[in-house]
């Protein structure tokens, strides 16, 4: 990219070309959050779908700052992957989570599950219940399975399980 092109962006569309240049180099790591706050603290979060080393966000953040001049604006830097326990945002962190538990909030229920499948369009949950029998009195456990749009999912996180 030529010089004369990023001095006449703003410092924002300076930092998001540079990430978007950057994370070309790491195919399976992408961006999951980028937030410039008014006093230009750059804060960056990354996902991958093998996870994210501690060398993954110090490459991506030397990225970033060797090509930026703190002379012309002043900055902070922080690249890091993304946190047990934050929700899903992307459908592909859907799609690297296959087979592990989520809990999900829909605008009706909370569900917790196995995610069995994740397209472009819904997810596939599956899980145990009791419910009453059929027949007879008690209970029994049944097998469900839920297919799930992501426009009804109001937010996933994956459960961490010791």
Do not use: H
């Not at 703190?70 to 326990?85: I, K, P």
């Not at 949950?125 to 419910?131: F, G, H, N, P, T």
């Amino acid at each position: 990219m030529s010089p004369l092109f990023i001095k006449n962006m703003t410092f924002k569309e300076k930092v998001n070309t540079l990430l978007t240049e950057g994370l070309l180099e790491k195919p399976s790591i992408f961006l999951i959050d980028l937030v410039i706050t008014d006093a230009f603290k750059v804060i960056v979060t990354l996902d991958g779908d093998n996870g994210v080393a501690l060398q993954d966000c110090i490459d991506v953040s030397r990225f970033i700052d060797s090509n930026l001049d703190r002379e012309e604006q002043d900055y902070s830097l922080e690249v890091a992957s993304v946190g047990v326990g934050s929700p899903l945002k992307l459908v592909r962190q859907y799609k690297k989570n296959i087979g592990r538990t989520l809990i999900v909030k829909t605008s009706a229920e909370i569900i917790e599950a196995e995610l069995v499948d994740a397209n472009d369009d819904f997810v596939i949950l599956s899980w145990k219940a009791r419910e009453p029998k059929k027949i007879g009195k008690g209970k029994e456990t049944v097998q469900k399975e839920l297919k799930l749009p992501y426009v009804d999912i109001k937010e996933a996180i994956v459960t961490v399980t010791f």
